[in-house]
């Protein structure tokens, strides 16, 4: 059974850097496509960040794209979402996932994010 633990989240100004951390742990996910996906209050998750078993191939939301970089651990249990620049409608719980395919079937329980101006 695989867990997903994230970590890394926190209050932060307008402007500034948070990085998130997933870790792995129960059964290696080095095969799997990991991503992150948050969910602000009264809306419904979407998308941020993929990235593939290899770390050779990496997605993003236009909202976050060119401010957010997703990348892979050296032993590919663990995935980092790097945030910059980041603005008040980034508050969300964010949430790291795991699957074959990107079709996710291990979630986290979430870290809270908030960006205040």
């Known amino acids: 059974q695989v867990q997903l633990v994230e970590s890394g989240g926190g209050e932060v100004q307008a402007g500034g850097s948070l990085r998130l951390s997933c870790a792995a742990s129960?059964?290696?996910?080095?095969?799997?496509?990991m991503g992150w996906f948050r969910q602000a209050p009264g809306k419904e998750r979407e998308f941020v960040a993929a990235?593939?078993?290899?770390?050779?191939?990496?997605y993003y939301s236009d909202s976050v794209k060119g401010r957010f970089t997703i990348s892979r651990g050296n032993v590919k249990n663990t995935v980092y979402l790097q945030m910059n620049s980041l603005k008040p409608e980034d508050t969300a719980v964010y949430y790291c996932?795991?699957?074959?395919?990107?079709?996710?079937?291990?979630w986290g329980q979430g870290t809270q994010v908030t960006v205040s101006s």
């Open positions: 129960g059964r290696t996910v080095g095969t799997y496509d």
């Open positions: 990235v593939n078993w290899s770390g050779g191939a990496k």
């Open positions: 996932a795991a699957g074959m395919a990107f079709q996710y079937d291990i």
